[in-house]
């Protein structure tokens, strides 16, 4: 396995080391599509975009400042493809409309617009939860949110990057990265909390 | 409400102090609620609101952040939103994260219920992320929060149950270089819509793309070979999985070729994704509806447009021509008793370059090989079980696989390297001797 950096293989890809752009290819599979499968929520897509990315990095390599980090910049080409593809085929009903409003519905009269986290339980992978089941509400908690929320979320979640470092990759304010990733955790964890009351609870009975 | 049927009245009911139903009991005087409402009625410009009102009006907005953003989707979520937010603010003992404003919504980033993180979640998130995400570094006075974040993280980037296997991922990853070896091979360049950020000097780029151009003519034809043999074995792999999906299939149907269209009549056999009634893909699609096959293995790397998963749940063929990689033999008629024989039939092929073109009404060239492999030659499968590569669509009888009897006999050799009239969808094999695959 070649030991170089991402961004070393692109310098010697500009260089002329065509084969290293398989490496940067099989480097990122299973990262990149996964954040993408989350973002579209759509393996399809999912696919479509990451080869899109690539394609697209390929083209734009020119450009590429090596002094900068390249996984960063990949994922923002690809969140960008997937925002693309999911609006030409007819954007999917994001906010299911069963969602429940507040909690309203729930009962538990606390107004519902304050997550206190460690109120949130997050079972460990392994206990009473089938795989199938803990991704589909995942995917359920992560559909709920607005697009922009969904995307920052998940490009801070799999990229850890620093909030200046995610300000200079969307060229957003830093307290706009801030704010909205702190609104993006906060919804994030209520949609949890509600997906998981609502396995629990199938059949409730108004 | 059930008053005509209880004869003594109720009292009437108190005025519900929920309406919007947030849970919560809003606090506003009746002049400040309609001064709000009038607001947002405006759509949140003052200047709209009545004068009366526009007093109260300006100070709720100012109080709320409101003046810099356009109006929140959905009058009836921004009033419940507002009024849960004028409840917090109002209830002692509960601490906000940053200000009391609510987020901006610029964009219509935040739903009409959106979730605020307590104070110590947002001090967490922050300390948790300065640590470059690494729990052991924040204080220890946020740890627990912060393993809290990390748990929520870890929920949402943990690999799901349909992680891809090894032949996925392989099978992506050849997909993705041949969309970016076609790339190359056009001379494809950027779109105008990605335009190059101006802080690069265009005489930078430009020797960039002379240095990268010059590398890629000289390297990219040993790499190419290198690519296609491997795109070859690995089509080869896929053929050998439909020749077992084939086998299954026809033993549990009664030694019948997959087929779940009635015969074609008038109407062409390429209507792919229109009509699965009168598409011929749609019968080798059925191998995958029926989980003989998997997609993946009916999609060849050297095909980018292959499609390696379902469109739908209920999809009976693939949606479009670009995305089929392997032409069946065209079922005009039912067939029993084909496969498993020691038959030199073509029963699946690559993907047919003459219904490509014919498609387009454009002339065929009986002599083509397949796109899949830039021209090559093809992957056959014949009715034996054996997979093998073609270096021309001529099989050793002398049959095309392209093309039904009728047509083979009255071309001459010089018209199949010039070209002929395109078929129309409508030909069927000759007999069960006739070799020919579409679309």
């Known amino acids: ?206 | 409400m059930d008053e005509h049927q209880n004869p003594p009245p109720p009292p009437p009911p108190p005025p519900d102090p929920d309406p919007d139903h947030t849970g919560i009991t809003p606090r506003l005087s009746t002049e400040d609620a309609r001064a709000l409402e009038a607001f947002f009625d405006a759509d949140c410009q003052l200047d709209r609101v009545p004068d009366a009102l526009r007093p109260r009006a300006e100070r709720a907005a100012a109080l709320f952040g409101l003046l810099e953003s356009s109006p929140i989707e959905g009058r009836q979520g921004r009033i419940s939103h507002v009024l849960s937010r004028i409840g917090r603010a109002g209830r002692p003992g509960v601490e906000t994260a940053g200000s009391a404003v609510p987020p901006r919504s610029r964009e219509g980033l935040y739903e009409g219920d959106a979730a605020v993180l307590l104070n110590n979640d947002a001090e967490a998130l922050d300390a948790w992320v300065l640590a470059g995400f690494d729990v052991e570094r924040v204080p220890a006075s946020l740890r627990d929060r912060a393993r809290a974040h990390e748990a929520l993280a870890a929920l949402a980037t943990a690999p799901g149950p349909h992680a891809p296997s090894q032949f996925e991922r392989a099978h992506l990853v050849e997909r993705t270089m041949t969309r970016i070896a076609e790339a190359v091979e056009t001379g494809q360049t950027l779109e105008p819509e990605l335009s190059i950020p101006t802080r690069n000097r265009m005489a930078d780029i430009l020797s960039v793309a002379a240095v990268l151009l010059i590398a890629v003519s000289v390297l990219w034809p040993v790499m190419s070979r290198v690519r296609d043999s491997s795109r070859q074995a690995e089509c080869a792999a896929n053929m050998r999985g439909v020749a077992h999906a084939l086998g299954a299939y026809t033993q549990d149907n009664d030694d019948m070729l997959p087929m779940v269209t009635a015969g074609f009549g008038s109407s062409p056999w390429w209507n792919v994704g229109r009509d699965p009634t009168s598409s011929n893909s749609a019968n080798l699609y059925t191998l995958a509806r029926e989980q003989y096959a998997r997609l993946a293995e009916m999609a060849c790397p050297g095909n980018p447009r292959a499609i390696t998963a379902p469109r739908s749940l209920d999809a009976r063929d693939w949606s479009t021509l670009d995305e089929i990689s392997y032409s069946y033999r065209v079922m005009a008629r039912p067939e029993r008793s084909i496969w498993g024989t020691p038959s030199q039939l073509v029963v699946v092929a690559d993907r047919s370059p003459v219904v490509l073109r014919a498609v387009r009404g454009q002339v065929i060239y009986p002599m083509e090989s397949s796109p899949n492999h830039r021209g090559q030659g093809q992957h056959a499968l014949t009715a034996d079980g054996a997979a093998q590569w073609m270096d021309t669509p001529v099989l050793p009888s002398g049959d095309n696989i392209w093309l039904p009897k009728p047509i083979e006999m009255i071309i001459d050799f010089a018209a199949r390297r010039r070209g002929i009239d395109p078929i129309h969808g409508t030909e069927a094999p000759a007999d069960r001797q006739d070799s020919f695959v579409g679309p």
Not at chain 1, 7 to 12: D, F, I, P
Not at chain 1, 80 to 101: F, V
Request: net charge negative.
């Open chain 1, 1 to 206: 396995m070649d030991q170089r950096t991402d961004e070393k293989l692109v310098e010697a890809y500009r260089q002329g080391e065509t084969e290293v752009f398989r490496l940067l290819v099989e480097r990122y599979h299973d990262d990149l599509l996964r954040f993408l499968t989350r973002l579209a929520g759509d393996r399809q897509i999912a696919e479509d975009a990451f080869q899109d990315a690539f394609l697209q990095v390929h083209l734009s390599l020119g450009s590429f400042d090596t002094s900068r980090r390249f996984r960063p910049w990949l994922f923002t080409i690809a969140a960008n493809k997937a925002r693309d593809l999911l609006r030409k085929r007819g954007r999917r009903q994001t906010l299911e409309l069963s969602a429940p409003i507040g909690s309203a519905g729930g009962g538990s009269g606390d107004g519902g617009s304050f997550i206190d986290l460690l109120e949130v339980e997050v079972p460990p992978p392994d206990t009473g939860l089938l795989a199938e089941e803990r991704d589909e509400m995942v995917q359920r908690a992560l559909d709920r949110l607005s697009d922009p929320l969904r995307e920052i979320l998940l490009l801070a979640y799999f990229q850890r990057l620093s909030y200046a470092q995610v300000a200079d990759e969307l060229g957003i304010p830093l307290g706009t990265v801030k704010s909205r990733l702190h609104g993006a955790v906060a919804s994030f964890a209520k949609n949890w909390r509600e997906v998981s009351t609502e396995r629990e609870r199938p059949a409730n009975q108004e």
